[in-house]
């Protein structure tokens, strides 16, 4: 069975950082789209960063310049580090790994910010 295992998130000041990581299991995890999402209380879920096998990174502007993905294939991990948070950056986080029909979520990490 697939999993996707997420770790890292807490509680933190505003302009404080966190690094979030996800390590995959049962997966050719180098062939996978790999990104993070989240969803804040009220909101729709939302793409934050997407980080394809070969290709471009993306980001959603609001957090272009303080947030990094990145992976390790040889730990089947991805990253997400987060810089100069922000209290709007409060939420639940969500690793995700894509790949032709195959879409696999993780169970989610909540990250607050908060003085």
Do not use: H
């Amino acid at each position: 069975q697939v999993q996707l295992v997420e770790s890292g998130g807490g509680l933190v000041q505003p302009g404080g950082s966190l690094r979030l990581s996800c390590t995959a299991s049962k997966i050719i995890f180098y062939t996978y789209t790999v990104g993070w999402y989240r969803q804040a209380p009220g909101k729709q879920r939302e793409l934050v960063a997407s980080m394809p096998a070969i290709g471009t990174i993306e980001y959603v502007d609001s957090v272009k310049g303080r947030f990094t993905i990145s992976r390790d294939n040889a730990k089947n991990t991805v990253y997400l580090q987060m810089n100069t948070l922000k209290p709007e950056d409060t939420a639940v986080y969500f690793c995700n790994a894509r790949f032709e029909l195959d879409d696999f979520w993780g169970q989610g990490t909540q990250v607050t910010v908060s003085s």
